[in-house]
């Protein structure tokens, strides 16, 4: 059966291949492949990680594994997901930013955090912060509406609108006030201190690198002005017996459901971090290659518009209903997953597919390489949406991995997928989105998959 049969495509599209990096060269001085890996991961990857089950590397003295099986991932991330931790060099870098927040907190304190908040992201709990990502959203429509003939950098629109959502959703109040100094202390963090550099690889973590005296005073500024939003937030007060209007309100609300401990106020600023920090970008970079993709393929595109025409103008009732831009999403993260690595450290020794992993050794788990993966995909780099809309075959389990899975799966998964399914129906709805300029645009694996610049796209009003 042809690739346009098993997913009912019409047999005069052809599947648009986007541009992706170049496989790096099966031999390479151990000082080229850490340059290319300090440039882009993804661009580090040989052909051969494209389609082998395990890949086995040393990394500084150590082992590293990065395991493309489904068996494997199962028995990292599930079955015995308490043996494998944050690396020391993901822990270095994000704590000044994120604290003890859920994203790197381990062992029991990760327990109580995660029974604590699963309450605040539910479904349901979701669809109360609707109105804030509606109202967002329209915002960024006008203002692009303001101005539909000039060329428009969606990058940073992108990052802007999911920033004003990310506070919006988290307090209430817009960001107008807030939000620029919100994003230059991430732009300030991201530019300047989140890149791993030789030393934070090589000293243990107890033994301060330079770059760590850096963000411990990046860490002090941006505690002082997490406070500070708190504060106000708290001045505004509650929704005495409505019901909570924002992810703060929620938040404060949780009790562990087995010991009924709130968090302290410490431990808020922390989790109000890790929230902004870890939803906000992934969802923009996510927006942004959907967009970039829909520019590429005028036809799927079409598809997009008709559905959101179809279902009432975009009403936030018919979310459920937008199968097709839904499908356009998850095809986006399958070629394109926001975050592309998912990295461990063993704490004790393991056997995981025939491999022996010590203590401290690395293991990896690399969606980009799954999700590209030539034993697991049917035209691996090419953009069919038609992959994930319902009737089609589903993806096995452990090979599209977008959230991660298992006890740590991202727990803002839900939010994400309403928030940009959202965004992308009502942006597509409004504006038919061309490139201006393109030249192909690459992905960089850096924390997330970034572009490798910021094309500009204009927008016609539909
Ligand atoms: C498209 C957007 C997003 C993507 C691709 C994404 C992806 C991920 C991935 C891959 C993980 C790690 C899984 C692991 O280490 O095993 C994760 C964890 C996490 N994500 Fe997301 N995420 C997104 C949006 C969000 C949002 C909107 C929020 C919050 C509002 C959020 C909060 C978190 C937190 C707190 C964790 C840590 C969970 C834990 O360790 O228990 N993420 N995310």
Redesign the pocket.
């Known amino acids: 059966m042809s690739i346009a049969e098993a997913y009912e495509m019409p047999p005069a599209h052809q599947p648009l291949v986007p541009p992706y990096p170049p496989r790096a060269p099966d031999s390479m001085s151990t000082l080229s492949r850490l340059a290319a890996i300090r440039n882009s991961t993804i661009g580090s990857w040989t052909q051969q990680a494209y389609e082998d089950d395990v890949i086995r590397g040393r990394f500084f003295g150590r082992n590293s594994f990065i395991f493309n099986t489904p068996d494997a991932i199962r028995h990292v ?1 599930i079955e015995n997901y308490e043996n494998y931790t944050r690396t020391p060099a993901g822990i270095r870098v994000l704590r000044p930013m994120l604290g003890e927040g ?2 790197l907190a381990e062992g029991r304190a ?1 327990k109580h955090q ?1 029974r604590t908040l699963a309450p605040a992201f539910t479904p349901r709990a979701v669809m109360t912060l609707l109105p804030h990502m509606v109202s967002a959203i329209d915002e960024t429509i006008a203002t692009l509406d303001a101005r539909h003939d000039t060329p428009v950098d969606l990058r940073e629109v992108m990052q802007r609108m999911t920033l004003e959502i990310a506070g919006r959703t988290m307090f209430s109040f817009g960001m107008a006030r807030h939000g620029a100094a919100l994003r230059d202390f991430v732009m300030e963090y991201g530019n300047r201190l989140a890149r791993p550099h030789l030393l934070d690889l090589l000293l243990p973590l107890g033994w301060p690198s330079p770059q760590d005296i850096s963000r411990a005073f990046f860490r002090r500024r941006w505690t002082r002005f997490v406070q500070a939003l708190i504060a106000e937030r708290r001045a505004a007060g509650k929704s005495e017996g409505a019901p909570p209007r924002d992810l703060f309100e929620l938040m404060v609300a949780a009790r562990d459901p087995e010991t009924g401990v709130a968090f302290t106020d410490a431990q808020l600023g922390d989790q109000v971090a ?2 902004i920090l ?2 906000h970008e ?2 923009a970079t ?1 927006l942004f290659w959907a967009l970039y993709l829909l520019a590429l393929d005028p036809a799927i595109q079409d598809e997009v518009a008709a559905e959101v025409r179809d279902i009432a103008a975009n009403s936030t009732a018919g979310l459920d209903r937008l199968a097709f831009t839904r499908a356009v999403i998850d095809e986006t ?1 399958r070629l394109y ?3 592309f690595l ?1 990295a461990r450290a063993a704490a004790g020794p393991d056997t995981v597919a025939g491999m022996q992993v010590a203590p401290k050794d690395v293991v990896l788990i690399a969606p980009w390489l799954l999700h590209r993966h030539e034993k697991i995909w049917p035209e691996p780099n090419a953009f069919i949406p038609a992959r994930f809309l319902p009737g089609a075959p589903p993806p096995d389990r452990f090979a599209y991995l ?3 899975v298992g006890p ?6 839900h ?2 997928i309403v928030e ?1 399914t959202l965004a992308l129906a009502r942006i597509v709805g409004h504006f038919r989105v061309d490139l201006e300029d393109r030249s192909p645009v690459m992905p960089v694996g850096v924390v997330t998959t970034q572009p490798d610049r910021s094309p500009l796209f204009r927008l016609t009003r539909r």
């Open positions: 991330l859920l994203l990760w995660r890790t929230m870890a939803g992934t969802t996510a993260m997953p926001p975050a998912i977008p959230f991660g740590r799966v991202c727990i803002g998964a939010f994400a940009a």
